[in-house]
């Protein structure tokens, strides 16, 4: 009687635990614990220069426009007809793609912009140089080769395709070789080189530490060099 009752009692019982069996079954497994998200931070070209400047020349590159806006007014005012005749030169959008020059000899000649100070030109031409444009690694290297202040410094990408960054110091005397960026911050040089026409190049330094708005170098190559 008691075996037959247990028996009757676990068969019984098997409708239930089936049922149960279903509803755990229909209940979804927790979902595992995400991890937490991951900042990744944009690697650009213009971090390798970035790394490298100094805030004051940081500072330089981003007002650009405003250097030029301001020393072409000023020169403009009483020099329309030479800002005019530059062309290309001193047009502030003259900016063409593939700014990478090839290294070699280049006639180079200044023309500054607009004055720091209540004295001095407005608009100022300078006799031709030459000036040198290396390939140190995987940097262009620009050194002006003759007179009295001898800019020299790196060229940088940027992640404008239609510039690259100079970062360099000046010269003086009979120096034989520039300073390093960065030893001596009065004679650090910062500015944007660009292609304007075939074969024909600038470096243009806003904000100089000369007294002018705007220093624009032109470069062309030596006749007897290799065209670019």
């Keep these: 009687m008691v075996l037959r009752l247990k028996h009757r009692i676990s068969i019984a019982a098997l409708p239930a635990l089936m049922g149960l069996a279903a509803l755990s079954a229909c209940v979804p497994a927790p979902a595992p614990k995400s991890a937490p998200p991951v900042a990744v931070e944009e690697v650009t070209k213009a971090k390798a220069w970035q790394g490298i400047a100094s805030l004051a020349d940081k500072s330089r590159i981003d007002r650009s426009s405003i250097a030029w806006a301001q020393g072409l007014a000023e020169a403009k005012r009483a020099h329309a007809k030479e800002v005019a005749d530059e062309g290309d030169l001193l047009k502030p959008n003259a900016a063409l793609p593939r ?5 070699g000899s280049y006639r180079c000649r200044l023309v500054t912009l607009g004055r720091d100070s209540k004295k001095g030109p407005t608009f100022e031409r300078f006799k031709p140089f030459f000036c040198y444009i290396g390939l140190e690694g995987d940097l262009f290297t620009i050194v002006k ?43 650090d040089m ?8 075939p074969f024909r190049w600038r470096l243009v330094i806003p904000f100089p530490q000369d007294g002018s708005k705007l220093e624009v170098f032109e470069l062309t190559p030596v006749a007897d060099q290799p065209a670019p």
């Design 99 to 103: 700014p990478a020059p090839t290294p």
């Design 145 to 187: 080769q003759t007179g009295s202040q001898r800019p020299a410094g790196r060229l940088w990408e940027d992640d404008s395709p239609n510039r690259l960054v100079f970062l360099g110091t000046l010269a003086l005397g009979n120096e034989e070789e520039a300073r390093a960026y960065g030893d001596d911050p009065k004679r």
């Design 190 to 197: 910062a500015g944007l080189f660009e292609r304007i026409a």
